[in-house]
């Protein structure tokens, strides 16, 4: 897969996200209302400044388990710029916003860095959809990413 098909994969996958009304959410969402697994998948493509540190492209395929209390574990598997890895019990946080919207954050153990995901509870909430929010407490990132995490 080319750089540029990772690019139209990932412009289309954020449209489909986009036409989805979070307005429509009637419930009111706590950390409470994730509690299980999920099957995530994150693409990310480098940005320019992510290009200029040496960051490649990354793909992300983990089950991540919320406690419905507020803390994940991932079981961490990422191809990061060619390079595999599988780490097993990553703990992380999470937390949700009435209307569904919620952060997660973890320590990368591919890069040492602790990152962090935006994410909105899908209708019906079966899924999250995922977006990278910062690395190492940078608010602009050396990566583009989407991701969508589907419960079990």
């Known amino acids: 897969m080319t750089l540029q098909s990772i690019k139209r994969a990932l412009i289309i996958a954020a449209i489909a996200g986009l036409t989805c009304n979070h307005n429509a959410h009637a419930a009111r969402y706590s950390t409470a209302s994730l509690r299980g697994t999920c099957i995530w998948l994150n693409v990310a493509i480098p940005t320019s400044s992510g ?3 040496g960051t490649g492209p990354a793909t992300i395929l983990s089950p991540i388990t919320f406690d419905g209390h507020g ?11 060619g390079a595999y890895s599988f780490t097993p019990n990553v703990a992380g946080t999470y937390s949700v916003d ?7 954050n973890y320590k990368s153990p591919a890069t040492g860095q602790t990152i962090s995901f935006n994410f909105f509870i899908a209708l019906g909430g079966d899924e999250i959809r995922t977006i ?8 602009r990132t050396d990566w583009v990413t989407t991701g969508a995490c589907t419960f079990k």
Do not use: C, E, F
Not at 71 to 81: D, G
Not at 132 to 139: L, T, Y
């Open 98 to 104: 009435p209307d569904g919207n919620g952060t997660l």
């Open 51 to 53: 290009a200029r540190a």
């Open 71 to 81: 803390h994940v574990t991932l079981q961490y598997r990422i191809n990061l710029n």
């Open 132 to 139: 990278h929010s910062a690395s190492a407490g940078k608010a």
